[in-house]
């Protein structure tokens, strides 16, 4: 309840419905163990809280950067709505924290895990929007992204190897680019995944990580630095 309440101070943001916000910082690894409904749970939330940021995100690049190509606004949203930069705030509002999560995945270190607390400030995001709707959303996420913003207009900004490697490759005109789940290993709380980037049929690099995404990326490293 401690770690909720500073999380609700960081935010700025006052519920009205404060189910809302307990939805939002209530993993699924928690519902499984407690036999609560599915929608109790975090995912949904997740869902639209990641469509919100980045139409707001979107719309700010739009609306601040006049004179950029389709390109540039592409890649600059893509190295602001990440996992590396949600994990970042969501450590800055304490949301690993305030997760509500099962025994195992307390036990595994899910508190501090990047790919869980980025999907918490999506799901928070989510949460916010239903709760006060598209400005008070737009409100708090650009509050709360204005130095992560700041630094990819700076390029100071962790790369993004997916759109690094899908540039050089395009160069010379279009080509198949697949991003192939090799596997993935370990509980639900505690799964690793391996993943292969596919060009046009030939695999150019393999990556693993906590998330997806993540490992989406360090496939698409790889494959950088095999080119180089």
Same mark, same amino acid.
């Given at each position: 309840?401690?770690?909720?309440?500073? =999380?609700?101070?960081?935010?700025?943001?006052?519920?009205?419905?404060?189910?809302?916000?307990?939805? &939002?910082?209530?993993?699924?690894? !928690?519902?499984?163990?407690?036999?609560? *409904?599915?929608?109790?749970?975090?995912?949904?939330?997740?869902?639209?809280? %990641?469509?919100? =940021?980045?139409?707001? /995100?979107?719309?700010?690049?739009?609306?601040?950067?006049?004179?950029?190509?389709?390109?540039?606004?592409?890649? =600059?949203?893509?190295?602001?709505?990440?996992?590396?930069?949600?994990?970042?705030?969501?450590? +800055? =509002?304490?949301?690993?924290?305030?997760?509500?999560?099962?025994?195992?995945?307390? *036990?595994?270190?899910?508190?501090?895990?990047?790919?869980? /607390?980025? %999907? #918490?400030?999506?799901?928070?995001?989510?949460?916010?929007?239903? %709760?006060? #709707?598209?400005?008070?959303? *737009?409100?708090?996420?650009?509050?709360?992204?204005?130095?992560?913003?700041?630094?990819?207009?700076? #390029?100071?900004?962790? !790369? %993004?190897?997916?759109?690094?490697? *899908?540039?050089?490759?395009?160069?010379?005109?279009?080509? !198949?680019? +697949?991003?192939?789940?090799?596997?993935?290993?370990?509980?639900?709380?505690?799964?690793?995944?391996?993943?292969?980037?596919?060009?046009?049929?030939?695999?150019?690099?393999?990556?693993? #990580?906590?998330?997806?995404?993540? &490992?989406?990326?360090?496939?698409?490293?790889?494959?950088?630095?095999?080119?180089?």
């Amino acid at each position: 309840m401690e770690n909720s309440q500073r =999380l609700k101070e960081q935010l700025g943001y006052e519920f009205r419905d404060l189910s809302l916000l307990r939805n &939002a910082l209530t993993h699924s690894s !928690s519902i499984n163990e407690t036999h609560q *409904q599915y929608y109790e749970n975090n995912e949904r939330l997740e869902f639209l809280g %990641d469509a919100v =940021l980045e139409t707001v /995100i979107s719309e700010h690049l739009y609306r601040s950067l006049p004179r950029e190509e389709e390109g540039r606004l592409t890649r =600059l949203r893509a190295s602001i709505v990440c996992e590396e930069s949600l994990a970042e705030i969501g450590q +800055q =509002l304490g949301v690993g924290q305030a997760l509500v999560l099962g025994r195992g995945e307390e *036990q595994s270190g899910g508190r501090k895990r990047n790919s869980m /607390i980025a %999907d #918490g400030v999506e799901a928070i995001i989510g949460a916010i929007y239903l %709760d006060g #709707g598209f400005a008070q959303a *737009q409100k708090t996420v650009l509050r709360l992204f204005d130095s992560v913003i700041q630094r990819a207009f700076e #390029g100071k900004l962790h !790369s %993004d190897y997916k759109t690094a490697l *899908q540039e050089r490759l395009q160069v010379n005109g279009d080509v !198949s680019i +697949q991003y192939v789940l090799d596997r993935q290993e370990g509980p639900d709380h505690d799964k690793v995944f391996y993943t292969s980037v596919v060009v046009n049929g030939v695999i150019l690099g393999s990556g693993r #990580g906590r998330s997806k995404k993540e &490992a989406e990326q360090n496939a698409a490293r790889e494959a950088m630095k095999d080119m180089r």
